[in-house]
C-alpha cells in the first residue's frame, strides 16, 4: 500500500517582498523513505524550497502540505511542534558557541521536554555515531568544519525525525569530508529516513545512485538515475511502489513531468 | 558570585543585580518609613487614648486613701498607678516649679471596652468630694495638623515605593528586549530547531530569577545592616521604635520583595519576551 506522501507542494509560488518570484506553479510530493540531492546554483532558491518545506517563510501562492500540516491553515503556534519532526542541518552548521559539543546535540531533546541528564546521554551516544566521542566536552569553536558539521548531523537526527533536510552540509568541507558526512545520510536513509540533500556540488550528486532535483530557471528538473538503471519503474500512479526507491518522487501535475 | 550558565549567553549580569539591589534596598527603606509612620500613630492613639491623670494639688497626700477608695468603685477602670515622687519633682523642675510645690499625680486607665461610656466629669465630681480642687488631664492624642503631615510622609515615601518598584519592572523589561536583541541569532536557532515561544521565554525567566536573587540577597545584607547599626544606635525611647519598624522590615522582606518577583519573573518577563518573538517570528513566516 502506497504512503502518504510527507511533503505536497501544491502549485506553489513563491517571491520575496522585493525580489523576483524564486518558484513558480511548482506541483512536488516528496515519499516516505526516499533519498534526493537538491542542486543548483547558489541562489538558485535549494534554501528557499527548505524553508518552505520547514515553514520558516510561506508561499505566495498555492499550498504547502508537510506531514498533513498545510501552510495555509497551520497556526503560528503549532510550527514549532511540525519542526520537531524535521531535522536540519544548516550549512554554517549553527552550533551554539557558549555550548559544549554534547549540549548543542543535546537541545533538540531539551527542547522536547526531556530530563538534562537522559537528553546528554542520548546526546554522547548519537556523537559516538558521527566518530565525535571524545569531543563531547569541547566547544564547537575548537572544532573543524567537518567535525562541527558531522555534529550538525547528530543533532539534527537526535530526535528521530521522519525526514532530513540538509542545506549545504558539505559546502564548507574538503572532499573526503563531504562523502564522510553524505555517508551518515545514507546510512540514515537505510534505516528509513527521507533525506533531503542540497547541495551545489553537482559531480556529489552525480557519483551517488539518487535521483536529483536540479533548480534552473526558476524550474525544477528531475534527474532520476534509478529510473535510468530501472527503466519503467517510475510512475505516478504505480500502486507497487516501495517507499524506500526514489521512484516515489512525483514532480508536476501531469505525473513524471516538471510542471512550471 | 558566579554567573549562572543559560543556554542563551547572556551578558554579565554583576552591575545590573547591583543597581537593582540597591532600588531593593531604597524601596524597603521608603515602604518602613511610610508603613512605621503609619503604625506608629495609630500606637500612640492606641496607647493614649485611654490613659487619664488626675492631678491633687500639694498637701493633699492624707486624703489620698480616699481618692483611691473613689477609683475603685469604678469598674471602667482597670489599673491605677500613683506617679513617684521623686519623678514628678524633677519634672515639676523642668517647668520651673518649686520641687515642695509639686502635686499627687495619679495615671489610671479605662477599659477600651467602655471608654465610650466612662464619663470623666462624673468621677471628677466625686473626687472634689474628697480633695476640692482636683483637676482630671485628658489624654494627648496626636493632633490633627501631626497627624495631616504624617500622613503625607507616609504617602509620598509609599509613592517613592511604589515608582521605584515599577522603575524595576522597566528596567527588567529593557533588559530581556535588549538581550532578545543581541541573541537573536541564537534565539532563531531555537526557533528553527522546534522551541516554542514559551520554552524561549523559560531561559529569559530563569535569567531574570538569576538577577533578582542576588539583588535580593544584597538588599537583604543591607536591610540587616541597617537594623544592627540603628539598634547599635538606639537612646532611651527609640529601642521600642525600632524594634516595632524591624519586624515591619522583615515582614516586607518576607512578603513583599518575594511577591515583587514573582511579579515580574511570572508577569512582566514572559509578557516582554512572548510579545518581543511574537513580532519578530509573524515577520519571518510571510515572504
Same mark, same amino acid.
Given at each position: 500500500m502506497q504512503k502518504k506522501p510527507l511533503v505536497i507542494f501544491d502549485r506553489v509560488s513563491l517571491s520575496y517582498k522585493t525580489d =523576483? =518570484?524564486?518558484?513558480?506553479d511548482l506541483n512536488l510530493k516528496f515519499n516516505p523513505g526516499s533519498f534526493y540531492f537538491l542542486t543548483g546554483s547558489s541562489g538558485s532558491g535549494k534554501t528557499s524550497l527548505l524553508k518552505l518545506i520547514y515553514m520558516d517563510v510561506m508561499p505566495t501562492q498555492g499550498h504547502v502540505s508537510v506531514l498533513g500540516q498545510d501552510s495555509l491553515s497551520i497556526p503560528q503556534h503549532q510550527i514549532p511542534y511540525l519542526r520537531q519532526k524535521i531535522g536540519m542541518v544548516f550549512q554554517d552548521c549553527y552550533m551554539l558557541n557558549h555550548l559544549t559539543l554534547i549540549e548543542n546535540v543535546a537541545l533538540p531533546l531539551r527542547i522536547r521536554g526531556l530530563n538534562r541528564s537522559q537528553a546528554l546521554y542520548n546526546a554522547s551516544e548519537m556523537l559516538s555515531w558521527v566518530g565525535l566521542a571524545r569531543y563531547i566536552n569541547h566547544y564547537p569553536e575548537v572544532l573543524s568544519g567537518g567535525q562541527k558539521q558531522r555534529a550538525a548531523v547528530a543533532r539534527a537526527v537526535i530526535n528521530r525525525p521522519m525526514f532530513l533536510l540538509a542545506d549545504e552540509p558539505t559546502g564548507n568541507v574538503d572532499k573526503e569530508n563531504a562523502i564522510r558526512i553524505l555517508h551518515l545520510f545514507e546510512e540514515l536513509h537505510k534505516r528509513g529516513t527521507t533525506v533531503i540533500f542540497a547541495t551545489h556540488d553537482r559531480s556529489l550528486a552525480a557519483s551517488h545512485p539518487y535521483p536529483e532535483l536540479l533548480i534552473k530557471d526558476k524550474k525544477i528538473q528531475l534527474n532520476d538515475k534509478t529510473a535510468k538503471r530501472y527503466p519503467g519503474i517510475f510512475s505516478t500512479n504505480n500502486e507497487n511502489q516501495t517507499h524506500t526507491s526514489p521512484r516515489n518522487i512525483i514532480i508536476g501535475s501531469e505525473g513524471g513531468t516538471i510542471s512550471q | 558570585m558566579k554567573q549562572r550558565r543559560f543556554d542563551i549567553p547572556f551578558g554579565s549580569d554583576m552591575w545590573i543585580s547591583t543597581v537593582l539591589g540597591l532600588m531593593l534596598f531604597i524601596t524597603s527603606l521608603s515602604l518602613l518609613v511610610s508603613i512605621g509612620i503609619n503604625r506608629y500613630i495609630q500606637d500612640w492613639n492606641t496607647s493614649t487614648q485611654a490613659t487619664f491623670t488626675l492631678e491633687l494639688p500639694h498637701g493633699s497626700g492624707n486624703q489620698l486613701p480616699d481618692v483611691m477608695q473613689v477609683l475603685k468603685q469604678r469598674s471602667e477602670i482597670e489599673m491605677i498607678e500613683i506617679l513617684d515622687k521623686t519623678y514628678i519633682q524633677k519634672l515639676m523642675f523642668q517647668i520651673g516649679v518649686a520641687a515642695s510645690d509639686a502635686p499627687i499625680l495619679i495615671d489610671f486607665i479605662v477599659s477600651k471596652d467602655h471608654l465610650s461610656q466612662f464619663d470623666a466629669d462624673k468621677l471628677l465630681s466625686d473626687v472634689r468630694k474628697v480633695v476640692p480642687k482636683t483637676v482630671i488631664i485628658n489624654p494627648v492624642l496626636t493632633s490633627p495638623e501631626a497627624l495631616s503631615l504624617a500622613k503625607m510622609v507616609e504617602i509620598v515615601s509609599f509613592g517613592f515605593g511604589l515608582i521605584m518598584m515599577i522603575t524595576m519592572c522597566a528596567i527588567i523589561a529593557f533588559l530581556m528586549y535588549s538581550e532578545i536583541q543581541t541573541h537573536e541569532r541564537t534565539i532563531e536557532l531555537f526557533n528553527l530547531l522546534g522551541a516554542p515561544n514559551y520554552f524561549i521565554s523559560k531561559i529569559f525567566q530563569g535569567y531574570a530569577s538569576s538577577i533578582l536573587l542576588k539583588s535580593f540577597l544584597l538588599s537583604l545584607a543591607l536591610n540587616i545592616c541597617l537594623y544592627y547599626s540603628t539598634y547599635a544606635l538606639y537612646i532611651g525611647e527609640s529601642i521600642y521604635i525600632t524594634q516595632r519598624l524591624s519586624w515591619i522590615t522583615w515582614g516586607y522582606i518576607v512578603f513583599g520583595i518575594p511577591l515583587l518577583m514573582v511579579t515580574i519573573i511570572q508577569f512582566i518577563v514572559p509578557i516582554t519576551v512572548l510579545s518581543c518573538l511574537k513580532k519578530k517570528y509573524n515577520n519571518s513566516v510571510h515572504a
Open positions: =523576483e =518570484e524564486v518558484f513558480w | -
